[in-house]
């Protein structure tokens, strides 16, 4: 059974920074791919960005280019994202997720495992 599970959200002042750790099991994800995504209330989910796990390739989202950054530990079996100069605007729920179709990965419709998502709060 596929498992993400995330932690690693809190409460955060403006310029700060947090790191979210994504834990997953119940299969080899080498040939995938480890998305981030969040939600803010009342807004649709938006891509944060991605890591291949076989070559560590990352793409992101413009909102957080710069600030952001997703790595990997294959020994541990998980992703990171390391988020610097919070902004309020990134308080949402973080969610990553795992996929491996041959489509445009910055949608979340090429992801087939979710985890339940981790709360990340910006005060300002």
């Known amino acids: 059974q596929v498992q993400l599970v995330e932690s690693g959200g809190g409460l955060v002042q403006a310029g700060g920074s947090l790191r979210l750790s994504c834990a997953a099991s119940?299969?080899?994800?080498?040939?995938?791919?480890m998305g981030w995504f969040r939600q803010a209330p009342g807004k649709e989910r938006e891509f944060v960005g991605r890591?291949?796990?076989?070559?560590?390739?990352?793409n992101y989202a413009d909102s957080v280019k710069g600030r952001f950054t997703i790595s990997r530990d294959n020994a541990k079996n998980t992703v990171y994202l390391q988020m610097n100069s919070l902004k309020p605007e990134d308080t949402a729920v973080y969610s990553c997720?795992?996929?491996?179709?041959?489509?445009?990965?910055?949608?979340?419709?090429?992801?087939?495992?979710w985890g339940q998502g981790t709360q990340v709060t910006v005060s300002s």
């Open positions: 119940g299969r080899t994800f080498s040939s995938y791919y």
């Open positions: 890591i291949m796990w076989s070559t560590g390739n990352t």
């Open positions: 997720a795992a996929g491996n179709r041959a489509v445009v990965s910055s949608l979340y419709t090429a992801y087939d495992y």
